[in-house]
């Protein structure tokens, strides 16, 4: 009996020290290790509040170590280290636009390019003669052409419509395209009448980039017309009633404000 005891001693013991360690009833969270804890979190700061650091553009004029620096620069426009060098073109700021001005020139298309972009990510408004004689150049490729155009335009459109009246003469359809709807953001009213002309275009998708920029320049209310299935005759038609619409109101008429789009519905 003294041993029996002793060992029913034991087990209770055992039970009580296992008792502690694993519950009877285990959930299936302790069956799989201890159960995860949420941490409080925080959302990000908003855009306006985050501190954006970047390195001032240069605005001294460039030593002569910087503008060798910058020349040899030129070539790595076109290649695997392109980024790269349209970014040291932007450490080095504005002054160094007579340098890429060289680089509409190049003989590489994607150097020229990327040259022109650079150009833009410089806000360079010096730049915009150049460019225009770019966008004019009919040896260039289309694609230089019209990217000339389109960041000429962004920097300083009273000095494009030039450009576009040379552009909108071209026989490559694209680039005249181009000039029909790149002439909407041109707020001149030097450019009215070319786009009026532009209406009468051989290509219906042409005319059509004319009639709609037009529309949002002058928010002139023409009949409804059939642009899709019109023909050259039609187009000229159409076009003689701008031309008349024009003659009537060019001396007075004054470029509307742009609309302004309506903020979303709240909801």
Do not use: C
């Amino acid at each position: 009996m003294p041993h029996r005891n002793y060992l029913a001693m034991i087990g209770m013991a055992v039970a009580a020290a296992v008792s502690l360690v694993v519950p009877l009833k285990a959930s299936s969270a302790d069956q799989f290790g201890p159960i995860p804890v949420q941490i409080p979190y925080e959302l990000p700061p908003k855009t306006q509040d985050a501190l954006v650091e970047s390195v001032p553009q240069n605005t001294k004029p460039l030593s002569p170590e910087e503008l060798q620096r910058a020349e040899a620069l030129l070539p790595l426009l076109e290649g695997k280290q392109e980024f790269w060098a349209m970014g040291e073109f932007v450490h080095l700021g504005e002054p160094v636009v007579p340098v890429l001005v060289k680089g509409l020139t190049m003989p590489g298309p994607r150097a020229r390019y990327n040259a022109i972009e650079t150009i833009s990510m410089l806000k360079a408004v010096s730049a915009v003669p150049a460019l225009i004689i770019t966008a004019k150049d009919p040896n260039e490729i289309p694609r230089v052409r019209e990217h000339a155009l389109r960041v000429a335009i962004r920097l300083d459109p009273a000095k494009t419509p030039e450009a576009i009246q040379v552009m909108s003469k071209d026989a490559n359809s694209s680039i005249r395209k181009t000039a029909a709807f790149e002439g909407r953001y041109v707020r001149e009213k030097s450019i009215i009448p070319i786009l009026i002309e532009m209406v009468a275009d051989d290509e219906r998708f042409v005319a059509l980039s004319a009639v709609q920029s037009l529309w949002i320049l002058t928010r002139h209310e023409t009949e409804f017309h059939d642009w899709e299935t019109s023909t050259k005759q039609d187009r000229l038609e159409w076009t003689a009633e701008w031309t008349d619409w024009w003659t009537a109101q060019k001396d007075s008429f004054q470029i509307p404000e742009p609309r302004r789009s309506s903020p979303p519905r709240q909801g």
